[in-house]
């Protein structure tokens, strides 16, 4: 059995990897935000810090996506 040949024709995403993953990773830390509010509530002030880095960080990645598809869409 000699190497398969190769296949060009496989889609890959077509806006490259960027706008996928940072849209997963958005959504990632928009949850991991949204299930450590209730114990952060519930603790000390101390423990709010977490879902506040977690809101934040979700906003950076969804910003990071935004700006991955306007570059593609100037190009």
Not at 11 to 16: A, D, N
Not at 19 to 30: E, Y
Request: proline share 7%; hydrophobic share 45%.
């Amino acid at each position: 059995m000699g190497p398969e040949p190769r296949r060009d024709d496989r889609s890959v995403f077509s806006e490259g990897y960027a706008v996928p993953i940072t849209g997963l990773l958005s959504v990632l830390f928009a949850l991991l935000a949204g299930m450590s509010l209730y114990p952060a509530l519930s603790g000390g002030l101390g423990d709010l810090a977490l879902p506040v880095i977690f809101g934040a960080t979700s906003i950076v990645c969804f910003r990071l996506r935004q700006r991955c598809i306007a570059a593609r869409d100037d190009s």
